[in-house]
């Protein structure tokens, strides 16, 4: 943040100097540089897996990703990843950041499974 709070105020400082590449050459470095925070932010960000009745929450840093369970044809939680899977053999895995001992787990799975077999029975 600070480098591109810098490269914006020489950019600006520079606006009088009539040196036009080096003034875009600034500001280039201040967006590339703010640009870096944010993917660094992203990049660092732990990401965790909210389950709830509707659906599966997969926070992101500019936006959730959204999974309703009409589209998840399997769930397993194990103590090291979350596995999705979805129709025509495609799954997505999630590596677990943190420990959860076995009887959570086993709670998480029966609660995906109570909500997978409603998706079944109204469908």
């Not at 590449?21 to 925070?37: D, E, G, H, S």
């Not at 999630?94 to 420990?99: A, R, T």
């Amino acid at each position: 943040m600070m480098q591109f709070l810098m490269f914006a105020v020489l950019g600006i400082m520079m606006l009088q100097s009539k040196m036009d590449f080096r003034n875009f050459t600034l500001f280039l470095w201040a967006i590339i540089c703010i640009l870096l925070l944010f993917t660094e932010r992203k990049i660092f960000h732990d990401a965790f897996l909210l389950v709830g009745k509707n659906s599966i929450t997969i926070p992101g840093y500019f936006s959730n990703k959204v999974i309703p369970w009409s589209v998840i044809e399997n769930i397993i939680v194990r103590p090291d990843f979350v596995t999705l899977y979805y129709p025509e053999n495609r799954y997505i895995q999630y590596e677990m950041l943190i420990e959860i001992n076995d009887v959570e787990i086993k709670k998480i799975n029966q609660f995906c499974q109570q909500q997978l077999e409603q998706k079944q029975i109204l469908n």
